[in-house]
């Protein structure tokens, strides 16, 4: 029995998305050229284009082809089709961005917070303010890109500075968390801004996607992302996705026991707090100090040096057993600089299971991995809006 034909409405789909598609790549492009990119024939694409125009997602540029023969019309997404709210929070502030379907950055926006470390116990009613105070900045940064955005705000994609609950899109507060961010709800505070579904996660795990789709673990499927900063984080991208664990809390990793300095078993947070490498009251390390004290270049400089390199050592031993990577990637304000990963890749190649290790290449990962995510998120709501899926 002969397979069935597809139906004349999936043709039309699946021409429909091949043409927006083509022109997500290209500023503009004639009827011809559409179908030389795509291998449709011409007529075909003529009528995708006549229908794609009609729905209000593709204009006719108003520019024309010169030279000799019939005189052709550049076509071009319409400007109007909409953008993505792309936002990183961090313990500086709120950074927001409008992005359009080619990945141009449209609009950019930051609204400066005031640093808050987390203490190591913190009253749950300055969790409270301080995530009043996030919602805040978060909203305003929102409601300014919105309000001059040239169509609407399609999709919004969100990195944070902290762990982030996989279900619901919420940070969530761990005990010692160097961050005092509190219960923040990103969905709910962008719901009034954005018309489409909105994504958050921790910024460790934008930064492994970024490295992994152009940056220095491009075409390793198998890796470990450490985060070196002020927090402490891991990111596990095995078979090429980014493993969040059932709750959204893999790699959160400050509370691993590890060799501390003397030998000393400890949590890897402790390791700072026993080389007076945090700021007061709190868990955050203080990278400042950190970079200038192994930056001496003499023997207490060394001998920091091997301690972090012997702690991070252990921490990597245990990622190694429990997830197999092929590459170990380190980030962060200090995890790439002051000889840290050269440190770290020679006491780590001694260990029974060494693997290769290697620096993070790109400057603002975590922001670059949610604006890649949010430019794939616009382009497949885009397509999707050609031909809506029938009401239940």
Known sequence: MAPPKPSLEMLRSLTDENVLRIL?????????EIAAHTGISKPTISDSVQRLVDAGLVADTGDRTAGRGRVGAYYALAPDTGAALVVDITPHGVTAEAVDVHGTVLQQVHSALERRDGPDRVASADRVASADRVASALAEAAAAISSSSPGPLRTAVVSAADPVDRATGRLVHLPDAPFLVGDLDPPSVLAAHVGGPVLVDNDVNWAASAERDHGCAAG???FVYLHLGRGLGCAVVSDGQVRR???????????????GPGGAAMRFTEVFAALDLRHPDS???????????LAAADEQAESLRAVL???????????????????????????????ITTAVAEDFGRSP?????????????????????????????IVQSAHPAPQQ
């Open 245 to 259: 664990g059932h709750h959204g809390l893999a790699g959160e990793i400050a509370h691993l026991y590890t060799v």
């Open 283 to 293: 868990t955050a390390i203080d990278t400042d100090a950190l970079v200038s004290r």
């Open 220 to 222: 390793v499927d198998d």
């Open 309 to 339: 390199a012997r702690a991070i050592g252990g921490v990597l031993a245990a990622t190694v057993a429990l997830t197999d990577p092929s590459m170990i990637v380190i980030g962060g304000e200090w995890g790439t600089r002051a000889g």
């Open 24 to 32: 997500m790549t290209h500023p503009r492009l004639t009827r011809a």
């Open 353 to 381: 299971r060494p693997v290769p290790v290697t620096t993070a290449v790109l400057t603002s990962p975590d922001l670059d991995g949610a604006r890649t995510k949010a430019v794939e998120e616009l382009r497949t709501l």
